[in-house]
């Protein structure tokens, strides 16, 4: 196993629990909609949240429109989200606003996802990290405060200009850092950007498979892992 200095994370379903942070705020903002926010509906707006960011193509990073659009669509789908749950649950509020307040809501420190803690306390202060994440940067500031004390920089798509897995993304990113591609490694779930950015850059990747799916992509990491805290030992951290 190489030596690294600087390990990169992705930040969204890596280290920090997008999903769980849109149900709490689900659960807070549903009543005030004149929705009863049983765990039923809460799992059904998820349900519909994923659908609508598939159907604004933000799964479809490779897309040269979504690359130039992503952060657009990124608060436009939440109004398409809401206009998809009123269908289902009737509500006086206006669908836009409502994205907008649901975005605004999740403006807060983040729930972490399982390993995280351990994973970046641990390699804290033996080697560089950071956060490359596509994504808003006044969403994803505040939820990024869950790590802060553990991350070195942290890299937003909306910040840097360019979202993964544009090779530029990570270029800037290693000339902030100032190390050699050869001496980083990313570390995501996403083979689509995480894996096949860093493959572009000619940077090692690592990529999360949390649930065991099939790599039916063209995208190979250099190494897999099931859970984040196999990383430790990949690492030889244990």
Known sequence: MKKYKAILFDADHTVID???????????????????PTEETVCECDDISNETWDSAGLNKVSDPYIQQEYHHLYVEHTEDMFKALFQKYPSNADPKETGLQFLKMLERPAILCEGAEQVLSALAGKYVIGIATNAISVLQRPRLQSVAKWVNRVY??????????LPQFFVHILEDLGVK???????GDSLSSDVAGANASGIDSCWLNRKGRENKSKHVPTYEIHRLTDLLGLLGEN
């Open 18 to 36: 997008y999903l769980e942070d849109e149900k709490a705020v689900l659960r807070e903002l549903l009543p005030a909609l004149g929705i009863e």
């Open 156 to 165: 937003i798509s909306e910040e840097v200009g360019f979202i993964k897995p």
């Open 181 to 187: 591609k050869e001496d980083c490694l990313m570390v």
